[in-house]
């Protein structure tokens, strides 16, 4: 196993490869902003955000909750998230995004706690000169939070059981 | 060495504690994952997690230090 | 040239396939609907009529008139249409996602008139319960509209003067 | 025969007018834009414009009949 002391001063001259590739903040975030919150999301303050008499276009996407899963009724859902890493992820997504696309604006919002049936669970909006960015960096922000941010949900299902949706296991 | 672990969704519920200060020589994020899946009977094997170490994702062979703060990540599912 | 009584009678047997491929009304629509609007565009209404239990996600598109084009200040835009085929042209668009992608709903709506900057131009929006096939059927339905609904855009330029969007020709 | 012929945008402000009903012995929405942009000196090409005829849109080449309703179409800019 070695000296933990001794390996982890030659880890800070070397970190190693997953490290490294992560881009560290503070990044330049334009008008953008990941926000995990407590509170419903409100998306018309959102859009007033993003309006910006340059912007031509904006791209939007909202999830809610929905009324089943793989076949099974859900009567309400439970988010919870690890707040630090998922807020830090959630804002390198965003800046991600800034990078990729030519965009003018940006806000991502998750919700956690307990919501129920037909609620906003997230709300992206991506605005841009162009319909073509905005539609493909909102895209790359959904497709990226739903992948990396640690943020997890938890079925209520009629029948009464509950489920940690993607861990295959029910408890 | 000390260390903080904090644990989220199945592995909270799996572990019964949202947060713990342990006493471990494990001498990376695996080995020590490895130590409490044996104790406390995590059914999630490392290929179906990831680690952060001090609040940043890590790789699983990272060296352990005293004070380091450790969440081993479920599969998210966001949105 | 003809006897035109004579080849209209031809051409009713075999009609060009200009005329052949485009699909005929009425469609089976299901919760959709394409409107050329004289009055400002309510996102938020547009939304709430999109919404269902089923469904878990939204993609939508807002156009903004832009304070620019092609480098000169813009005052305020006038749309203007032919109704009688923009409607119909814009329902056969709503009608060929829902033939194309697997969604639940799907509203598209066009102002017409005198708008300011700022102002809603044109607003798309898809629920479905996949992120996927809302993003996909939002973004070919704004692309179809854009290149095919007999609307038109006359720029009221900074300068005083005004031009036909696409026409290359300022009047 | 008797056309009715409905004009906007460009060709609207070129023509002067929204509507007009006329009389003509244009085979086809081709021969008839030709006319047209002869006598009132429309600037766009027919490779620019589309065709409806009675409300639909149809092939430059469609026969005319009497009674029709035509539409030349400028270049759409929506959105």
């Known amino acids: 196993m070695g000296n933990p002391t001794r390996r982890r001063r030659l880890h800070r001259l070397h970190p190693p490869r997953s490290r490294r590739l992560i881009p560290q903040p503070p990044f330049t975030i334009q008008t953008s902003s990941f926000i995990i919150s407590k509170d419903p999301l409100q998306p018309e303050e959102l859009k007033r955000e993003l309006l910006d008499a340059h912007a031509g276009a904006l791209a939007t996407f909202e999830g809610w909750v929905r009324n089943h899963n793989e076949g099974q009724p859900v009567d309400r859902l439970e988010y919870s998230s690890y707040p630090a890493l998922a807020n830090k992820e959630g804002q390198r997504i965003v800046a991600e995004a800034f990078e990729k696309f030519e965009i003018d604006a940006a806000i991502a919002q998750h919700r956690v706690g307990l919501l129920e049936i037909g609620g906003i669970a997230v709300w992206v909006g991506v605005s841009a000169a162009h319909r073509g960015a905005a539609f493909d960096a909102c895209r790359y922000i959904i497709e990226e939070i739903k992948g990396r941010v640690p943020i997890w949900k938890k079925e209520h299902y009629s029948s009464g059981t509950t489920g940690w949706v993607n861990c295959h296991q029910e408890t | ?79």
């Open chain 2, 1 to 79: 060495m000390k260390l903080t672990i904090q644990y989220f969704a199945l592995l909270k519920d799996q572990r019964g504690l949202d947060e713990e200060t342990i006493q471990s020589s494990a001498a990376t994020a695996n080995d020590l994952y490895q130590e409490l899946a044996q104790t406390h009977g995590f059914t999630l094997p490392t290929t179906a997690l990831k680690v952060a170490v001090n609040d940043d994702f890590a790789s699983w062979e990272t060296p352990l230090a005293d004070g380091d703060s450790i969440v081993f990540i479920p599969p998210v599912a966001g949105g």
